[in-house]
């Protein structure tokens, strides 16, 4: 099986941080115990300086370069602007025909919901149907706030939230990083059981 693992939460503003540390930890744990698996990456070809970027230097003992593959969205995409709406539509369209391109049998999105900053791009079956699709869940609190009316976030950044969710329902199966996510899922979303699992986050090496 041809698994392609969106590395893109390991390129925000997130990568030092909890999203950012469990992107890197569960890439490199999918491709110490891949089996028989192909196991490929595709990370924001934007965000990439060189060959010394640290994505290279994070998993180019894992896995050959060439299994890297980078894709390229518009630049200006992020919430913080209504005008660049046309830019992040156009951009999913480019993010879903280049993984088409490199014929995965399943794309797992390491991180959703980047939508604040660095022109991040993460589309589900709107513009491909040819692989399956897991995402990553790290909570629902956004969501749960705009519910609630407690989000105090611009209206622009509501409505991306909201649209992001409504494509999350295209996912074709969801891993949630606790049980508590899990859960929400389940409140919020009504999620169905069988389409749902936890996958705890891992321990660093240098915490072993």
């Excluded at 509501?158 to 649209?163: G, Q, R």
């Excluded at 979303?189 to 986050?201: C, V």
Aim: negative net charge; proline residues 3%.
């Amino acid at each position: 099986m041809k698994i392609l693992i969106d590395i893109q939460g390991y390129q925000s503003d997130s990568k030092n941080h909890g999203i950012g540390r469990y992107t890197k930890n569960i890439t490199k744990a999918i491709l110490q115990h891949k089996k028989e698996h192909d196991i490929e990456l595709l990370a924001n070809g934007n965000l990439v300086e060189s060959l010394d970027d640290d994505i290279y230097k994070e998993f180019k003992d894992l896995l050959p370069i060439e299994k890297i593959h980078l894709f390229y969205p518009l630049k200006n995409t992020d919430a913080t602007s209504e005008s660049n709406i046309p830019n992040r539509i156009k951009s999913e369209e480019i993010y879903e025909k280049s993984i088409e391109k490199i014929n995965p049998d399943i794309l797992l999105i390491c991180s959703f919901f980047e939508i604040y900053a660095n022109n991040i791009i993460t589309s589900i079956h709107k513009y491909s149907n040819k692989y399956k699709v897991a995402v990553i869940l790290h909570d629902l609190i956004p969501y749960i706030e705009i519910l609630e009316n407690r989000f105090n976030e611009p209206k622009s950044f509501e409505k991306l939230h909201l649209e992001k969710f409504e494509n999350l329902k295209k996912d074709d199966y969801l891993l949630a990083n606790s049980k508590n996510s899990e859960n929400e899922a389940k409140k919020y979303l009504s999620w169905p059981n069988e389409k749902i699992e936890t996958a705890y986050a891992g321990v660093e090496e240098k915490f072993k």
